[in-house]
């Protein structure tokens, strides 16, 4: 309705409403390499395209004679009460999608003024302290990238800890980097040419193992990190990872449902449906395929759900196959990149607008109401 009332005064609005409108003018807004690394994924990025294709194979049944008048898409998370299951997927080194550099900050300020909460990466351009200094009353997630040095782990979960992060997401599918031939191409790596350490040089521990500090040899400080990025874990890390922190841990990237089961067994909290959307291993089945085998699997345990997104009705589609949570990643990055705090506000607000409103003519009042039952596989 504001949009309407808007135009009937002749307001047109600032951002698109669709998908492609906002790649063609994020492309734009954030030229050549960082526009590759963004909408990039491994190989000839079939799984990327993939993830967003799997969602059209899902129809959603329309209920009649509901009066869905009144929508409440809230939800229940690790005890928290989120309004809605949207989050922000972690997006490394998203700070640059800003056009003064501190895009994670923008984010972040997104997450305060919609309840949409942030999962910051490893990977932030400003450190994580910052970050969640901008949530306001949105929960914040910090999601690990766990180094090889134990101690540095110890101490950035520590700090997330401390900097009131409500829960740890560790990803476990980027120890190592995919193959993708659009960041190949304009040489794009390490993490984009070293703008990602800000964690690792505000860190005591990091730090400590430097001769000379990240300000005076700031060459050592990125050989140091790429020393210590990757860490192949395997499941005898497990109880050393959840021994890491009391907040809820959840572990990214899983998509095998026996994986789920020892995860589980491993006394996570919550499972994150994820491949990555597609940068890193290409050829994979899409996300949302394996969604269905993950809640099973997970019996009970949330389960957060990526990859693909694109839409407020794929949003839907995902809740309604049992995903607790959906999080969107490069949609809020394009926002970020053409409008800033405004343009990721935009782009949450429109994905929500867009469930709630298919919601309300689908009738389905509650997300408890969405279920496999609501849908029928039409491809
Ligand atoms: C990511 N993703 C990611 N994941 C993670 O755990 N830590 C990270 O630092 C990053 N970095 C990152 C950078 C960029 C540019 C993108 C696009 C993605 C993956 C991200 O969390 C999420 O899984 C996907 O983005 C979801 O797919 P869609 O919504 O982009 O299709």
Request: hydrophobic content about 40%.
């Amino acid at each position: 309705n504001e949009i309407y009332f808007e135009g009937l005064g002749g307001v047109v609005p600032r951002f698109p409403f669709t998908y492609e409108g906002l790649e063609s003018r994020a492309e734009a807004a954030l030229g050549p390499s960082l526009w590759s690394y963004v909408a990039g994924g491994a190989g000839d990025e079939l799984t990327q395209r993939a993830n967003a294709s799997a969602f059209e194979r899902w129809g959603l049944y329309p209920r009649i004679f509901v009066g869905a008048a009144r929508r409440d898409l809230s939800v229940e998370l690790f005890g928290m009460t989120l309004p809605s299951p949207l989050f922000m997927a972690p997006i490394g080194v998203i700070g640059l999608c800003a056009q003064d550099g501190h895009g994670d900050l923008a984010t972040a300020g997104a997450a305060a003024r919609t309840g949409v909460p942030m999962v910051a990466s490893t990977l932030t351009v400003d450190p994580l302290e910052e970050v969640a200094a901008e949530f306001g009353s949105t929960p914040g997630f910090f999601q690990l990238y766990t180094p090889t040095d134990r101690e540095l782990a110890e101490s950035l979960v520590r700090r997330a800890e401390k900097a009131g992060f409500k829960a740890i997401v560790v990803t476990l599918d980027t120890w190592v980097t995919g193959w993708r031939p659009r960041d190949l191409s304009t040489a794009n790596f390490p993490q984009l040419r070293g703008h990602c350490l800000a964690n690792y040089t505000s860190d005591p521990v990091f730090r400590a193992a430097l001769d000379r500090t990240p300000e005076e040899d700031p060459r050592a400080a990125a050989i140091r990190w790429a020393q210590v990025f990757g860490n192949p874990l395997t499941w005898d890390d497990l109880p050393w990872l959840r021994s890491l922190t009391e907040l809820p841990l959840i572990v990214k990237g899983i998509c095998h449902p026996e994986d789920v089961r020892r995860a589980k067994d491993g006394g996570v909290d919550g499972i994150y449906c994820s491949n990555h959307g597609g940068r890193q291993a290409n050829g994979g089945l899409p996300a949302l395929d394996a969604l269905p085998g993950v809640v099973e699997a997970a019996d009970g345990l949330p389960v957060l759900f990526d990859s693909g997104v694109r839409t407020g009705t794929d949003v839907v589609k995902a809740v309604a196959l049992g995903a607790t949570a959906v999080g969107v990643g490069r949609p809020y990055a394009y926002g970020l990149a053409i409008g800033g705090t405004d343009g990721v506000v935009h782009v949450l607000r429109s994905l929500l607008a867009e469930a709630d409103l298919l919601m309300a003519v689908d009738g389905y009042p509650t997300l408890a109401d969405l279920t496999p039952e609501s849908l029928r596989r039409v491809l």
